[in-house]
């Protein structure tokens, strides 16, 4: 699950149906904002949801809390052989929010094809195609 500002969303519903069906599987969410303090949305839900074990992973991306700013797309890259991993594994990934977030999230997931997967450009299009068919990779930007 990768969203920004309100885009985690749906996200927080979707982690509360898959917990109350039973839904097994492993969660992680990349989140990204500009503050921390006023813009980590849910912010006591996702710390709750990592200690009981619904969600896995927790990464976050404050953007202005600091001089160098952070942001989604570099948390994918940083994370590029676990987020390949997961993909190799079965994962869904599932982006909302901007379409500039959008954009950015794509070339990064191009990014850790190439890198982490060893992939050609035209191979980390390829799979991100199939992904994008197999519904194993869904965009909501708006």
């Given at each position: 699950?990768?969203?920004?500002?309100?885009?985690?969303a749906p996200?927080?519903g979707f982690l509360?149906?898959?917990t109350?069906?039973?839904?097994?599987?492993?969660?992680?969410?990349l989140?990204?904002?500009?503050?921390?303090?006023s813009e980590?949305?849910?912010?006591l839900?996702?710390?709750?949801a990592?200690?009981d074990?619904?969600l896995?992973?927790?990464?976050?991306a404050f953007?202005?809390?600091?001089?160098?700013r952070?942001?989604?797309?570099q948390?994918?890259?940083?994370?590029?052989?676990?987020?390949y991993?997961?993909?190799?594994?079965?994962?869904h990934?599932?982006?909302?929010?901007s379409v500039?977030?959008?954009?950015s999230v794509?070339?990064?997931?191009r990014?850790?094809?190439?890198r982490?997967?060893?992939?050609s450009?035209?191979?980390?299009?390829?799979?991100?195609k199939?992904l994008q068919?197999?519904g194993?990779y869904a965009r909501d930007v708006?």
């Amino acid at each position: 699950m990768i969203g920004a500002g309100t885009g985690i969303a749906p996200f927080r519903g979707f982690l509360q149906e898959r917990t109350a069906v039973g839904a097994s599987g492993r969660h992680w969410l990349l989140f990204g904002a500009r503050h921390f303090r006023s813009e980590f949305l849910y912010q006591l839900e996702w710390q709750q949801a990592l200690r009981d074990g619904r969600l896995r992973r927790l990464d976050l991306a404050f953007s202005r809390d600091q001089a160098e700013r952070i942001h989604i797309d570099q948390r994918l890259r940083e994370n590029a052989h676990d987020v390949y991993a997961w993909l190799e594994n079965g994962a869904h990934l599932y982006v909302c929010g901007s379409v500039a977030l959008g954009k950015s999230v794509h070339a990064a997931l191009r990014d850790v094809l190439i890198r982490a997967g060893g992939r050609s450009d035209s191979a980390a299009d390829e799979y991100l195609k199939q992904l994008q068919q197999a519904g194993r990779y869904a965009r909501d930007v708006y």
